[in-house]
């Protein structure tokens, strides 16, 4: 192995991976939902930000749309 590598030589690429890096956000949950979720995590061994991540996931790979039904005001 060298001491030294001259790197100087090397041609920027874009990060391959850079696409599928995670985003930091901030949500609010109701409490149940958090607790629902914290718990399935704790049965699979997971984090439970993971667990989400992994469901809303798998919503989308199924193209589920949220059907969202308001009670009429009379």
Request: glycine share 2%.
């Amino acid at each position: 192995m060298k001491a030294e590598y001259d790197f100087s030589k090397l041609k920027a690429r874009k990060n391959p991976y850079a696409s599928k890096l995670k985003k930091p956000v901030t949500m609010r949950l109701s409490e149940d939902v958090l607790v629902y979720f914290k718990s399935m995590a704790d049965e699979a061994g997971v984090p439970y930000q993971s667990l989400i991540n992994l469901y809303l996931r798998d919503c989308l790979a199924n193209k589920r749309k949220v059907q969202i039904h308001w009670p009429k005001l009379a």
